[in-house]
């Protein structure tokens, strides 16, 4: 799980009358949501804030998927309570996303600081919310499933800065993991018109994004409808995306292996701007534990997958999600774990302890695993694919990488970029270069990014003799 503010946007004129502060937990699709929460707000006077002590609307987008996600949230309401009393009552408070979805009613119970709770499905209601709890605190919106009415409802216009973006382009899940809550808090698989997110992928690169990252629970789900009222596949999508002038880079995550199309497996030896770099998590290498998650798939498959992917793209890089101590995993179904993972050779990967969400099938399966065993697996898990991500960023050095330059760096003029694998690459004298793709040299490589220099030194306007507008 991460937690993530949202990005600031440069504002201009008066301070604002009114101030906004989202704390992000979990998957990049929540970050996305919050940043539409922004949007939405905005028409509203709210400006974002870094700083929660100044905020008047405290919004907190959480993530359910973990058992210590959810109770991350109920701490920080703790200290959101004291800050809300030492004001005088004068901050709003908002739970978003999946735990809100999955406990609202518990959430006002809790913590009577709260004055509103929306599910991940119903943010663009948030003005409205605002108005009536103005009145009678204690609403909760969000127990239906319908993203069609919140994606019609969203801003044209988003407040993105920077020279990459994220996009969702699907939601929901059929896919019933017997581990997994997202069929409960986000609903059944939808995808938005095939014209909707192009669209909105046109804006942000008027705006200057060079590069999009696709989101959705099961995002080679996609099934968008065209203008004929066909449906569209991700890999239709991805060659769409790749004629709008300025966007040279696209990614998309998460996938499912069942998902995993041979057009979309095409597409990646066809496009360039289609990144080397894919999330494919397969959870676990056993056949055993497989069944007993519901994944409808076996290793052999993603073995078979991998091997297709590589065909079509021989640099392709892969990362993974894995859980140990799944109920019922004995030490021959992690070793086959391990197995996969030295086969499949990871470039980066997530892994996590079991963790039981009620409602979830899982959570009542017998032979739960005990958590000191849980524990030394995950460690064991841990090394070898830390083994595998510092093998795989110092096989780097000496080569030729295309690096967009995201945001300046800690020291004098370094800038920070992302690799085609979507490593972060430290670059000196280069921060006249954000929002610019330029060729680097990969000096060597460090346990979670590497180190580069340019080929050729780039002018920036200070050596040319031009003025700077803040220099």
């Given at each position: 799980m991460t937690e993530t503010l949202v990005p600031q946007a440069a504002e201009a004129g008066p301070a604002p009358a009114k101030r906004l502060f989202i704390k992000t937990y979990?998957?990049?699709?929540?970050?996305?949501?919050?940043?539409?929460?922004?949007?939405v707000l905005r028409p509203l006077g709210y400006a974002t804030t870094e700083a929660v002590e100044d905020a008047d609307f405290v919004i907190l987008n959480t993530c359910h998927i973990r058992e210590k996600a959810a109770e991350k949230v109920y701490s920080e309401l703790g200290k959101m309570r004291e800050l809300k009393d030492a004001k005088d009552g004068a901050m709003t408070i908002a739970v978003a996303g999946c735990v809100a979805q999955a406990e609202g009613e518990e959430i006002m119970r809790r913590q009577p600081a709260v004055d509103l709770v929306v599910g991940p499905q119903a943010y663009h209601q948030l003005p409205e919310l605002l108005t009536r709890t103005a009145r009678a605190r204690g609403e909760r919106i969000g127990a239906d499933f319908a993203p069609v009415d919140k994606f019609d409802a969203l801003p044209a216009t988003r407040g993105t800065t920077g020279p990459t973006a994220f996009l969702t382009v699907q939601e929901g899940c059929d896919k019933f993991c017997t581990f997994c809550v997202v069929p409960y808090t986000r609903g059944a698989e939808w995808s938005r018109p095939l014209a909707a997110v192009l669209d909105e992928a046109r804006a942000l690169a008027d705006r200057g994004v060079r590069e999009v990252t696709l989101l959705g629970q099961n995002v080679n789900a996609y099934d968008g409808e065209r203008a004929d009222g066909k449906k569209a596949t991700l890999a239709e999508l991805a060659y769409a995306l790749a004629e709008i002038p300025g966007l040279d880079r696209i990614r998309y995550t998460t996938s499912h292996p069942n998902d995993m199309s041979d057009d979309l497996i095409a597409a990646h030896g066809d496009l360039d701007a289609l990144m080397p770099y894919?999330?494919?998590?397969?959870q676990s290498g056993s056949d055993r534990i497989l069944r007993l998650m519901n994944r409808k798939h076996g290793r052999q498959k993603y073995f078979d997958l991998i091997e297709r992917i590589r065909a079509a793209r021989p640099d392709m890089a892969m990362s993974g999600d894995f859980i140990v101590g799944f109920p019922g995993e004995t030490e021959r179904d992690f070793e086959d774990t391990l197995d996969l993972v030295r086969q499949v050779n990871y470039a980066s990967a997530f892994s996590f302890m079991y963790s039981?969400?009620?409602?979830?099938?899982?959570?009542?399966?017998?032979?739960?695993?005990?958590p000191e065993v849980s524990k030394d697996r995950l460690h064991r898990l841990q090394a070898l694919l830390l083994e595998?991500?510092?093998?795989f960023n110092a096989a780097q050095a000496g080569r030729t990488l295309n690096v967009l330059f995201e945001k300046k760096g800690r020291h004098g003029r370094q800038a920070i970029g992302r690799s085609p694998y979507l490593q972060s690459v430290h670059v000196d004298d280069a921060d006249h270069l954000i929002g610019k793709i330029v060729p680097v040299h990969i000096v060597s490589?460090?346990?979670?990014?590497?180190?580069g220099k340019l080929i050729a030194p780039v002018p920036s306007p200070r050596d040319l003799g031009v003025s700077v507008l803040g220099a």
């Open positions: 979990g998957c990049q699709m929540n970050v996305y949501d919050s940043e539409r929460m922004a949007d894919l999330h494919l998590p397969v039981p969400r009620p409602g979830t099938p899982a959570a009542g399966m017998g032979a739960q695993v005990a595998q991500q510092v093998a490589g460090q346990q979670n990014s590497l180190t």
